[in-house]
């Protein structure tokens, strides 16, 4: 055990490590809610914010007038700063982004891909402060440079669409070099041990996902709390492509029935091509449209052997439903501990 004198130390180190992700969130803790398609909505966000987190709000699922609704709705739960997570790939990326701009959102995050330089600008015109994900230091220098004010490290741990690098190691290439802007690291974090030695490393604060998707404010299905409740690091696994041809975006979720069918079908599938029985365009929107609908089948309806279980590998930490509140004291109560010398 360590006395009140190491604690006090600690909490000060913490305070000061995490002083600049709270000041650009404009929140207590440094912890950005990850944005989850159909559980980062009003109830989760608010829950995360007025906790003295930053909730962000998927918008994956949303169009602009449900965006709309869902930013009033959160707003009108909590006085508190949250964002909006913004998919640059949406077909209505500028009509969400204006949404974001007419409802005085403070912080939008642009995901999915590099944002075009045209939204970041119409952005920052209207005072919005932006945040984009940071695959390379490469990327990110450019970002910058458009006018990109914070970053995201999202390592190959996380759940969901993900990409082909680990959080640490990102975090060696990125962290060191990239000083002069807030950024953030996710994927695979589930303790604030984890979140303290980042910091330690130039992070400015870090993105949680997967540990919140059992808390009591999330809407997900009772069977889906259940499955995630029940599972390990090693059943978050990526989806598998079988054919260079026909690519797979990688997606880390639970296995399940629905994994084996998807291989099937993408078997099946190019099969029937090289058979010439499909043209290569009508097979690879087969393979694409496999996962349709499947995540709200999972989380909302509770459809767990066909639905898509999106989790990332930090799920084998989540042990029991809990508040939100006290998912991140917890997070950042271990933080200090680990840095108690």
């Known amino acids: 055990m360590f006395n009140n004198t190491e604690f006090a130390a600690a909490n ?12 650009f969130l404009g929140v207590r803790h440094a912890v950005l809610g990850g944005a989850m398609s159909w559980l980062s909505e009003r109830h989760l966000v608010s829950a995360t914010s007025n906790c003295g987190a930053f909730g962000v709000i998927a918008t994956g699922s949303l169009s602009p007038e449900e965006l709309r609704v869902e930013i009033k709705e959160t707003a009108a739960r909590t006085a508190k700063p949250f964002g909006v997570n913004v998919i640059i790939m949406h077909p209505e990326l500028e009509e969400l982004l204006q949404v974001c701009i007419d409802e005085r959102v403070g912080h939008v995050v642009l995901a999915g891909g590099l944002p075009p330089r045209t939204a970041i600008e119409k952005l920052r015109n209207a005072a919005v402060k932006v945040i984009s994900f940071a695959p390379t230091l490469t990327v990110a220098r450019k970002l910058k440079r ?120 993408q078997r099946a599938t190019i099969a029937r091509h090289r058979a010439g029985e499909l043209d290569h365009k009508e097979a690879q929107l087969i393979i694409e449209r496999f996962w349709a609908g499947s995540l709200r089948r999972a989380i909302i309806e509770g459809d767990i052997e066909h639905g898509s279980l999106m989790a990332g590998q930090s799920v084998g930490m989540v042990e029991r439903e809990q508040p939100v509140a006290e998912i991140v004291e917890e997070l950042m109560a271990q933080a200090i501990e680990a840095l108690v010398k």
């Open 146 to 265: 458009q006018g990109v004010e914070a970053f995201i490290i999202e390592g190959m741990e996380a759940g969901g669409h993900t990409g082909p690098v680990a959080t640490s190691v990102l975090c060696q290439e990125i962290l060191p070099h990239l000083r002069d802007v807030p950024v953030f690291v996710g994927g695979g974090i589930g303790r604030g041990d984890a979140i303290a030695l980042y910091m330690k490393m130039g992070a400015a604060g870090c993105q949680i996902g997967t540990r919140l998707v059992c808390a009591t404010e999330s809407v997900a299905h009772e069977k889906f709390k259940k499955i995630i409740l029940h599972a390990k690091a090693r059943d978050a696994q990526l989806s598998v492509q079988l054919d260079p041809d026909f690519p797979v975006i990688p997606v880390r979720a639970l296995v399940n029935r629905a994994t084996d069918e998807f291989y099937e079908t």
């Open 12 to 23: 000060a180190e913490f305070d000061a490590l995490s002083a600049r992700g709270r000041k």
